[in-house]
């Protein structure tokens, strides 16, 4: 069972406009969230994360919002740039405070910024 | 440059055949982790270890093995008895068991 859902598998967006990026998650034991950035034939790499005792966070052009009681969060890209074109997958973990940081990966949102 | 480095990037292997995939990190990262990725399909995980000479399966571990002997090391070894062993493999670290993960470029391993 997916416990981390990426809805959307792709998204187009003009240059220079907001891409918003959306990810479910089921499991109300998640307590932290990532969001990771990937090329063809690449490994992810980080991008911005967010606790769950925070409801945002921003990093430049990157925030990302957390609607616990919804069990939703979205990452904002705002101007977005051609070079943002990528599969942005969103990931959630639980029990941090056990030592557990298994990550659980949604199915990912291939971005296109349009020149 | 630290980093986390995997070799080879593109791996074949007849049906049948062990394989190992290495990974291997700079970073002075307690926690190691493998993931595949498949097709439109996000990553799951392989196996974990927190700590040298310490690991413990993930959500599809059947048909792998994995060893942690040095800190910077935690290779994988895909078995004959992994059923779908074609997928992109990677690797991760973090500096602490709930660090953030931080991954390399993946290996791809195509079983003829």
């Known amino acids: 069972d997916q416990q981390v859902k990426q809805n959307s598998p792709s998204l187009s967006v003009q240059e220079g406009r907001i891409s918003i990026l959306n990810c479910d998650y089921t499991?109300?034991?998640?307590?932290?969230f990532l969001w990771y950035k990937k090329y063809p034939a690449e490994g992810p790499t980080f991008l911005i994360s967010?606790?769950?005792?925070?409801d945002k966070n921003e990093d430049g052009r990157f925030t990302v919002f957390l609607n616990k009681s919804a069990k939703h969060l979205s990452l904002h890209i705002v101007p977005s740039q051609p070079g943002d074109s990528a599969v942005y997958f969103c990931?959630?973990?639980?029990?941090?405070?056990?030592?557990?940081?298994?990550?659980?990966f949604g199915t990912g949102t291939r971005l296109t910024v349009i020149p | 440059d630290g980093g986390i480095t995997q070799s080879p990037k593109y791996l074949f292997r007849k049906e049948g055949q062990n394989v190992t995939l290495s990974c291997e990190q700079n970073?002075?990262?307690?926690?190691m982790y493998w993931y595949r990725q498949d097709p439109g399909q996000g990553l799951r995980l392989i196996y974990y270890?927190?700590?040298?000479?310490?690991?413990q399966k993930g959500d599809i571990a059947e048909g792998y093995s994995v060893s942690r002997e040095k800190k910077e090391s935690f290779p994988l070894t895909v078995t004959s008895a992994q059923k779908n062993p074609t997928a992109f493999y990677l690797c991760?670290?973090?500096?602490?068991?709930?660090?953030?993960?931080?991954f390399g470029p993946g290996t791809r391993l195509t079983v003829l």
């Open positions: 991760a670290s973090s500096s602490t068991s709930v660090g953030t993960q931080y």
């Open positions: 499991n109300s034991m998640f307590d932290y």
């Open positions: 967010i606790s769950s005792i925070k």
């Open positions: 990931a959630a973990s639980g029990n941090r405070q056990t030592g557990a940081n298994n990550l659980f």
């Open positions: 970073l002075n990262h307690d926690a």
């Open positions: 270890s927190q700590i040298v000479n310490d690991f």
